[in-house]
């Protein structure tokens, strides 16, 4: 029978919540090549600080199910009216370039690769006035009772 055998829930805040970018791209040695710009190595290293800080490193070898849910929470626009408290947040990034950055910072640390994840959910709470913008990231780790890959 499986079952979750241990949940693991980590927030992360910072002054703006990212998704992951588009790839860049240069010529090395006379060939294009694909790279990662410095701004998303950066807040993928922040997610994974934030998971380690959370949950340690005893997971990064587990290699059966994974399930994870994304929450984002993001402030209005500075040009928002006073009378607006809150709104749908229906701008870019999409939801789906969060849980890129979000899976890709945690490979090799939270699970052995993405490609486990078998269940995602990314919400995009409504837009309100706040300091911070926070990124609530819950993980299930599924298995066999009793059985745990190491």
Not at 84 to 109: E, G, H, I, M, Q
Request: aromatic content about 6%.
């Amino acid at each position: 029978m499986r079952s979750v055998i241990q949940r693991v829930r980590f927030t992360v805040s910072a002054s703006q919540v990212r998704g992951q970018g588009r790839p860049r791209f240069a010529i090395v040695g006379g060939r294009p090549s694909a790279y990662k710009a410095a701004e998303d190595k950066a807040w993928e290293e922040t997610i994974k600080r934030a998971y380690l800080a959370n949950a340690g490193a005893s997971m990064a070898g587990f290699a059966d199910e994974v399930h994870v849910r994304i929450e984002v929470s993001r402030r209005l626009p500075k040009t928002a009216p006073k009378r607006v408290a809150a709104k749908p947040d229906t701008s870019r990034p999409d939801a789906d370039n969060f849980a890129k950055a979000c899976l890709d910072a945690l490979n090799r640390v939270a699970w052995r690769d993405d490609s486990q994840v078998t269940r995602l959910t990314v919400e995009k709470m409504p837009r309100t006035r706040r300091d911070d913008e926070l990124m609530t990231v819950e993980i299930e780790y599924v298995s066999e009772i009793g059985e745990r890959d190491a």
